[in-house]
């Protein structure tokens, strides 16, 4: 919601968090969006800016709050990195890899293959809506995804 400071968007999906009832505790809501503002190293003068305001990267780290409060098992990341500059991709990154390390699963889509090949274990290469080929990362070279895609796409041709 870029429209909206950043306090209630890294706190809007866990709104038990601080609620009692109907009622919400805005102190402690302050404090769950500071400590994520913290922790995934937000850079913002205050939680009361607006996200629309903030660089591309720190927009992505303020949708990834959010949704972690909420503590998936599995987290769907489309185009995680698209249009941030690259200190905020390897803090992208850093974070995913933290993430799959505490056993959280994660499926990343992107258009970037040296991207795809750095941080994924398995991989799909889907081409006209269907599986065209899946491999291990010690399988994963860019001749085998485009391979894939390729063949899949003149085959159906």
């Given at each position: 919601m870029p429209g909206l400071e950043i306090r209630p968007n890294v706190t809007l999906h866990s709104l038990s968090a601080f609620?009692?009832?109907?009622?919400?505790?805005?102190?402690?809501?302050?404090?769950?969006?500071?400590?994520?503002?913290k922790k995934f190293n937000i850079r913002t003068p205050s939680i009361e800016q607006m996200v629309v305001n903030l660089s591309g990267g720190n927009q992505q780290?303020?949708?990834?709050?959010?949704v972690l409060m909420a503590e998936p098992q599995i987290l769907f990341l489309d185009e995680p990195t698209k249009g941030i500059d690259i200190g905020a991709k390897n803090e992208i990154y850093k974070l995913v890899l933290e993430l799959a390390g505490q056993g959280i699963s994660i499926v990343m889509i992107s258009?970037?293959?040296?991207?795809?090949?750095?941080?994924?274990?398995?991989?799909?290469?889907?081409?006209?809506?269907k599986v065209a080929d899946q491999f291990d990362?010690?399988?994963?070279?860019e001749y085998r995804v485009m391979l894939a895609a390729t063949q899949a796409r003149a085959q159906i041709q």
């Open positions: 609620a009692k009832g109907v009622f919400l505790n805005p102190a402690k809501e302050k404090s769950l969006a500071n400590e994520q503002v780290k303020v949708i990834l709050a959010k258009s970037e293959l040296p991207e795809l090949l750095a941080m994924c274990d398995r991989f799909l290469v889907l081409a006209e809506g990362r010690s399988d994963a070279n």
